[in-house]
Protein backbone atom coordinates (compact mmCIF):
# COMPACT_ATOMS: atom_id res chain seq x y z
CA UNK A 1 0.00 0.00 0.00
CA UNK A 2 0.91 3.77 -0.53
CA UNK A 3 2.70 5.22 2.54
CA UNK A 4 -0.27 7.25 3.82
CA UNK A 5 -2.03 4.56 3.58
CA UNK A 6 -3.11 2.98 6.88
CA UNK A 7 -2.80 -1.39 6.57
CA UNK A 8 -6.13 -2.91 6.17
CA UNK A 9 -7.61 -4.06 9.66
CA UNK A 10 -10.49 -6.41 7.77
CA UNK A 11 -10.11 -8.24 4.24
CA UNK A 12 -13.86 -8.57 2.61
CA UNK A 13 -13.74 -11.31 -0.11
CA UNK A 14 -16.63 -11.25 -2.19
CA UNK A 15 -18.64 -13.88 -3.59
CA UNK A 16 -15.33 -16.39 -4.75
CA UNK A 17 -18.01 -18.94 -5.17
CA UNK A 18 -17.05 -22.47 -7.35
CA UNK A 19 -19.43 -21.18 -9.94
CA UNK A 20 -17.26 -18.32 -10.60
CA UNK A 21 -14.21 -19.50 -10.24
CA UNK A 22 -14.10 -23.06 -11.75
CA UNK A 23 -15.83 -24.81 -14.88
CA UNK A 24 -17.31 -23.29 -17.77
CA UNK A 25 -18.86 -20.58 -16.52
CA UNK A 26 -14.96 -19.28 -14.54
CA UNK A 27 -14.36 -15.73 -15.27
CA UNK A 28 -11.47 -15.05 -17.56
CA UNK A 29 -8.29 -16.19 -15.90
CA UNK A 30 -9.71 -17.58 -12.86
CA UNK A 31 -6.76 -18.85 -11.67
CA UNK A 32 -4.90 -15.52 -11.46
CA UNK A 33 -7.48 -14.20 -9.70
CA UNK A 34 -7.52 -17.52 -7.36
CA UNK A 35 -3.88 -17.09 -6.70
CA UNK A 36 -4.55 -13.24 -5.58
CA UNK A 37 -7.40 -14.21 -3.42
CA UNK A 38 -5.29 -17.00 -1.89
CA UNK A 39 -2.38 -15.12 -1.11
CA UNK A 40 -4.69 -12.16 0.46
CA UNK A 41 -6.65 -14.38 3.00
CA UNK A 42 -3.47 -16.02 3.98
CA UNK A 43 -1.45 -12.85 4.52
CA UNK A 44 -4.95 -11.31 6.31
CA UNK A 45 -4.87 -14.29 8.70
CA UNK A 46 -1.25 -14.02 9.61
CA UNK A 47 -1.64 -10.70 11.02
CA UNK A 48 -4.88 -10.66 13.05
CA UNK A 49 -7.13 -8.70 10.11
CA UNK A 50 -10.74 -10.11 10.10
CA UNK A 51 -11.68 -12.15 6.70
CA UNK A 52 -15.07 -11.98 5.70
CA UNK A 53 -15.98 -14.14 3.37
CA UNK A 54 -19.44 -12.84 1.52
CA UNK A 55 -21.54 -15.58 -0.39
CA UNK A 56 -24.27 -14.86 -2.12
CA UNK A 57 -27.73 -16.66 -2.26
CA UNK A 58 -28.13 -16.57 -6.21
CA UNK A 59 -31.86 -16.88 -7.19
CA UNK A 60 -33.52 -19.80 -7.71
CA UNK A 61 -32.12 -21.71 -11.07
CA UNK A 62 -28.80 -19.66 -11.16
CA UNK A 63 -25.34 -21.00 -10.75
CA UNK A 64 -24.98 -19.49 -6.96
CA UNK A 65 -28.59 -20.79 -6.01
CA UNK A 66 -28.33 -21.71 -2.13
CA UNK A 67 -26.94 -25.58 -1.62
CA UNK A 68 -25.40 -26.02 -5.07
CA UNK A 69 -21.90 -27.59 -5.79
CA UNK A 70 -21.62 -23.34 -7.31
CA UNK A 71 -22.87 -21.93 -4.30
CA UNK A 72 -20.08 -23.34 -2.42
CA UNK A 73 -17.26 -21.15 -1.42
CA UNK A 74 -14.02 -21.58 -3.12
CA UNK A 75 -11.99 -20.56 -0.56
CA UNK A 76 -11.60 -22.78 3.05
CA UNK A 77 -12.92 -20.77 6.36
CA UNK A 78 -11.19 -20.73 9.24
CA UNK A 79 -14.42 -20.21 11.36
CA UNK A 80 -13.70 -18.13 14.37
CA UNK A 81 -13.85 -14.82 15.78
CA UNK A 82 -11.10 -13.48 13.14
CA UNK A 83 -13.07 -15.11 10.07
CA UNK A 84 -16.71 -15.22 8.73
CA UNK A 85 -18.94 -16.32 6.30
CA UNK A 86 -21.52 -13.44 5.35
CA UNK A 87 -24.18 -14.77 3.59
CA UNK A 88 -26.17 -11.41 1.03
CA UNK A 89 -29.60 -11.56 -0.88
CA UNK A 90 -27.96 -8.34 -2.94
CA UNK A 91 -25.24 -7.24 -4.73
CA UNK A 92 -23.94 -5.07 -1.94
CA UNK A 93 -22.43 -7.18 0.53
CA UNK A 94 -23.99 -4.39 3.44
CA UNK A 95 -27.53 -4.30 2.24
CA UNK A 96 -29.55 -6.83 4.23
CA UNK A 97 -26.60 -8.74 6.60
CA UNK A 98 -24.85 -8.21 9.58
CA UNK A 99 -21.70 -6.85 7.72
CA UNK A 100 -21.80 -3.10 9.01
CA UNK A 101 -22.22 -4.30 12.73
CA UNK A 102 -19.49 -6.97 12.46
CA UNK A 103 -17.04 -4.46 11.25
CA UNK A 104 -17.66 -1.74 13.61
CA UNK A 105 -17.41 -4.55 16.40
CA UNK A 106 -14.22 -5.43 14.91
CA UNK A 107 -12.63 -1.57 15.21
CA UNK A 108 -12.14 -1.65 11.60
CA UNK A 109 -11.56 1.74 9.74
CA UNK A 110 -9.29 0.41 6.57
CA UNK A 111 -10.06 -2.91 5.03
CA UNK A 112 -9.45 -4.35 1.36
CA UNK A 113 -12.23 -5.61 -1.09
CA UNK A 114 -11.48 -8.51 -3.59
CA UNK A 115 -13.37 -11.19 -5.62
CA UNK A 116 -15.67 -10.90 -7.86
CA UNK A 117 -18.05 -9.95 -10.04
CA UNK A 118 -16.27 -6.03 -10.45
CA UNK A 119 -19.36 -4.52 -11.79
CA UNK A 120 -21.67 -5.88 -9.47
CA UNK A 121 -21.24 -7.20 -6.02
CA UNK A 122 -17.39 -5.69 -5.66
CA UNK A 123 -18.60 -2.00 -6.71
CA UNK A 124 -21.58 -2.49 -4.50
CA UNK A 125 -19.95 -3.39 -1.74
CA UNK A 126 -16.61 -1.31 -2.16
CA UNK A 127 -18.68 2.29 -2.58
CA UNK A 128 -20.72 1.17 0.39
CA UNK A 129 -18.13 0.85 2.32
CA UNK A 130 -16.65 4.38 1.03
CA UNK A 131 -19.84 5.90 1.65
CA UNK A 132 -20.06 4.82 5.03
CA UNK A 133 -16.46 6.11 6.11
CA UNK A 134 -14.43 3.11 5.82
CA UNK A 135 -10.95 3.51 4.06
CA UNK A 136 -11.11 1.60 1.40
CA UNK A 137 -8.74 -0.37 -1.19
CA UNK A 138 -9.14 -2.41 -3.95
CA UNK A 139 -6.08 -3.67 -5.52
CA UNK A 140 -6.98 -3.47 -9.41
CA UNK A 141 -5.67 -6.98 -9.58
CA UNK A 142 -7.62 -8.96 -6.78
CA UNK A 143 -11.11 -8.35 -8.82
CA UNK A 144 -12.64 -10.04 -12.03
CA UNK A 145 -15.89 -10.34 -13.87
CA UNK A 146 -16.96 -12.31 -17.31
CA UNK A 147 -16.84 -10.39 -20.84
CA UNK A 148 -20.07 -8.00 -22.02
CA UNK A 149 -21.09 -9.67 -24.68
CA UNK A 150 -21.79 -7.37 -28.15
CA UNK A 151 -24.99 -5.76 -28.20
CA UNK A 152 -25.36 -5.51 -32.07
CA UNK A 153 -25.94 -2.25 -33.80
CA UNK A 154 -24.37 -0.63 -30.04
CA UNK A 155 -20.79 -2.23 -29.23
CA UNK A 156 -18.53 -4.83 -29.55
CA UNK A 157 -17.69 -7.63 -26.68
CA UNK A 158 -16.23 -5.72 -23.90
CA UNK A 159 -13.26 -7.79 -22.44
CA UNK A 160 -13.37 -8.28 -18.61
CA UNK A 161 -10.30 -6.83 -18.17
CA UNK A 162 -11.62 -3.60 -19.95
CA UNK A 163 -14.82 -3.80 -17.62
CA UNK A 164 -12.98 -4.79 -14.47
CA UNK A 165 -10.61 -1.27 -15.15
CA UNK A 166 -13.77 0.70 -15.64
CA UNK A 167 -15.24 0.00 -12.78
CA UNK A 168 -11.84 0.50 -10.76
CA UNK A 169 -11.88 4.10 -12.60
CA UNK A 170 -15.10 4.57 -11.55
CA UNK A 171 -14.65 3.55 -7.78
CA UNK A 172 -11.08 5.20 -7.87
CA UNK A 173 -13.33 8.40 -7.83
CA UNK A 174 -15.60 8.07 -4.93
CA UNK A 175 -12.45 7.46 -2.36
CA UNK A 176 -11.55 4.02 -3.12
CA UNK A 177 -8.06 3.48 -3.78
CA UNK A 178 -7.67 1.18 -6.29
CA UNK A 179 -3.90 1.70 -7.65
CA UNK A 180 -2.49 -1.35 -5.63
CA UNK A 181 -1.39 -4.46 -6.51
CA UNK A 182 -3.08 -7.06 -4.34
CA UNK A 183 0.61 -7.98 -3.19
CA UNK A 184 1.15 -4.25 -1.76
CA UNK A 185 -1.55 -4.62 0.31
CA UNK A 186 -0.20 -4.68 4.49
CA UNK A 187 -3.06 -6.07 7.01
CA UNK A 188 -2.77 -5.41 10.89
CA UNK A 189 -5.36 -7.11 13.70
CA UNK A 190 -8.60 -5.79 13.93
CA UNK A 191 -8.80 -4.04 17.18
CA UNK A 192 -12.35 -5.42 18.68
CA UNK A 193 -14.19 -3.73 20.85
CA UNK A 194 -12.77 -0.37 19.70
CA UNK A 195 -15.07 1.20 17.27
Same mark, same amino acid.
Given at each position: M???????? !???????? /????????????????????T??? $??????GA??V???? &????? /?? &?????????? #??????????????????????????? &???? !???????????? @??? @???? !?????A??? =?????????? #???????A????????P $???? /???????? =???????????S???????? !????
Amino acid at each position: MCDDTPAAE !ALIVVDVQ /SAFVTGGGAVPDAARLVERTTDLI $ARARRSGALVVHLQN &DGAPG /SD &DEPHTPGWEL #HHAVEAGPAEVVVRKPRDDGFEGTPLG &DLLA !ASGVKALAVCGV @MSE @MCVQ !ATARTAAAR =GYRVVLPYDA #HATQDIPAAPGISDRIP $AATV /SRVVAWAL =GGGGVETTVRASDVAFTAAL !AGSA
